[in-house]
């Protein structure tokens, strides 16, 4: 995680390439995390992990909720794409777990890497904050390749 900009509205996200195909499709409509970011934070753009390891899509975060693995388990288990003991699995003994609900996605036509976009960002190990303007340049290079809004 990296340190969180002071009017930073979005974040990148890295996600498993099932999961992150998951949420292009709105077949899962939850993305879980252990960790809490800014509640300022309004959309995020899905960085597909191996072996795409490039921008797949990005989506608007509609609301962020926490609790323990159990309670957010039982709330959004059932639209979180994921089986009970994959869940559990990932939370292991962590005491805390988050639920980012999603609303409108935007698949990308094609694929982007980072590196083409200026981000300046790395793949993160979870997510990380991006520069003011982020999303809009990716907005601005998903028209160019034409891209799926759902």
């Known amino acids: 995680m990296a340190s969180r900009p002071s009017s930073n509205l979005v974040i990148l996200l890295s996600i498993h390439p099932e999961y ?3 949420i292009l499709r ?5 993305e879980f995390r252990k960790y809490r970011f800014s ?3 309004k959309h995020a753009i899905i960085y597909e992990t191996r072996p795409v390891m490039k921008i797949t899509g ?7 909720d926490e609790g323990t693995p159990l309670q957010v388990w039982q ?3 059932a639209i979180g794409s994921t089986d009970r ?12 777990a988050v639920a980012i609900s999603i609303g409108h996605v935007t698949k990308l036509v094609e694929p982007i890497a980072l590196s083409e976009l200026d981000f300046n960002a790395r793949p993160p190990q979870s997510f990380q904050y991006l520069p003011d303007g982020c ?3 990716l907005k601005a290079a998903a028209l160019n390749i034409r891209a799926s809004i759902y």
């Open 58 to 64: 990005f989506f608007e975060i509609t609301a962020v």
């Open 75 to 77: 709330k959004y288990g």
């Open 20 to 22: 992150a195909q998951a």
């Open 135 to 137: 999303l809009e340049k």
């Open 39 to 41: 509640s300022q934070v």
């Open 26 to 30: 709105r077949k899962k409509l939850v």
């Open 85 to 96: 003991d994959g869940f559990f699995s990932y939370y292991g003994s962590h005491k805390n």
